[in-house]
């Protein structure tokens, strides 16, 4: 189960940190807000970057939401303050931990864009538990960029393995497991660019259960070349691409079989015919002998005939 912290947690952990740190007096600009610690500033967009390990895809910085983020702003003022990292001789500009979508619509806007600001010291793994915590307490990114996210920090060696993320981010091993094995799919360069226009609506196990199938380099080869010849044309969301790429592989298992002679209820000869057209003929010895042999030739005969004929019949068409 997914422990969540609450707002008034995430706030004194902010406050926790900035107390125990060093004092920079460095002027960053910006109008101070009030005498919190973490010094909430108003802080041009400009002076703003996301930082590195962001988690939220940039369709959330378009289209309706954007829209309507932007209209409750105009009116109603920035109701929370994102999350900043102060400026460092690494970077030159405040780093934002959270908030990417008030900032964006801030900048938009050209109004100031109200922060907390963490000490240029404040390291990432601490950041990184910031911002989770922040995502699941306000409008919750999807799965999937949560799992890229955590792909990401394992990957720069933030938490030196998923059990150290899980407990840093208060979830179960399982669950941190689950999104790993499906953040897979960004290693799958046809796939990924056409993923990330989607984004937001990629299931979890759906993902993973497409990277089963495409850690089998023949399936992997058959996707791709069905992609590139047009498979995913019209697909509105990630639903509609998993459907079709799942059913490329699968429907060569899905046969249908018909009994070309039986015997006391005995299948003797069955055939099976894939969707990609490959028919296996499957005759049972223990199910017939001499007196039927004949009967069995002749009927596998007609059958091929037919399929020839159906084949001929498709081609025309």
């Known amino acids: 189960m997914v422990k969540v912290r609450t707002r008034e947690q995430l706030d004194q952990e902010i406050e926790q940190f900035?107390?125990?740190?060093?004092?920079?007096?460095?002027?960053?600009?910006?109008?101070?807000?009030?005498?919190?610690?973490?010094?909430?500033?108003?802080?041009?967009?400009?002076q703003c970057e996301p930082w590195r390990f962001h988690n939220r895809s940039q369709l959330w910085l378009t289209g309706e939401k954007h829209e309507q983020l932007k209209a409750s702003i105009r009116e109603f003022g920035q109701q929370q303050p994102g999350l900043v990292r102060a400026p460092s001789d690494a970077h030159d500009t405040f780093q934002i931990i959270f908030g990417l979508r008030r900032w964006y619509a801030c900048k938009d806007l050209v109004l100031p864009f109200d922060a907390n600001v963490l000490p240029h010291d404040a390291p990432?793994?601490?950041?990184?538990?910031?911002?989770?915590?922040?995502?699941?307490?306000?409008?919750?990114?999807?799965?999937?960029?949560?799992?890229?996210?955590?792909?990401?920090?394992?990957?720069?060696?933030?938490?030196?393995?998923?059990?150290?993320?899980?407990?840093?981010?208060?979830?179960?091993?399982?669950?941190?497991?689950?999104?790993?094995?499906?953040?897979?799919?960004?290693e799958v360069e046809w796939l990924t660019p056409i993923l990330n226009t989607m984004i937001t609506s990629v299931s979890i196990n759906k993902a993973a259960k497409l990277v089963t199938l495409i850690s089998d380099k023949d399936n992997d080869k058959k996707l791709k070349k069905s992609v590139e010849n047009g498979l995913l044309a019209g697909c509105l969301d990630?639903?509609?691409?998993?459907?079709?790429?799942?059913?490329?592989?699968?429907?060569?298992?899905?046969?249908?079989?018909?009994?070309?002679?039986?015997?006391?209820?005995?299948?003797?000869?069955?055939?099976?015919?894939?969707?990609?057209g490959t028919t296996t003929i499957k005759i049972d010895p223990s199910a017939f002998n001499d007196d039927t042999y004949e009967q069995l030739v002749k009927t596998i005969n007609v059958h091929l005939e037919s399929l020839r004929k159906q084949r001929q019949s498709t081609m025309v068409d």
Not at 244 to 268: M, P, Y
Request: hydrophobic residues 35%; aromatic residues 6%; glycine residues 4%.
């Open 124 to 186: 990432d793994k601490l950041c990184a538990q910031l911002m989770a915590t922040e995502n699941d307490d306000s409008e919750n990114i999807s799965e999937y960029e949560k799992a890229l996210s955590y792909r990401q920090l394992i990957q720069a060696n933030i938490f030196e393995n998923q059990i150290a993320l899980a407990a840093a981010h208060r979830v179960s091993k399982q669950y941190v497991s689950k999104l790993m094995r499906a953040s897979a799919l960004a």
């Open 238 to 276: 990630a639903n509609d691409v998993f459907i079709k790429l799942v059913a490329c592989i699968e429907g060569d298992n899905k046969k249908e079989e018909t009994v070309l002679l039986q015997k006391s209820f005995k299948s003797v000869a069955s055939s099976k015919t894939a969707t990609s």
């Open 18 to 46: 900035s107390a125990a740190s060093e004092p920079d007096n460095r002027d960053f600009g910006g109008e101070d807000m009030g005498e919190s610690t973490s010094k909430m500033r108003q802080l041009r967009p400009d």
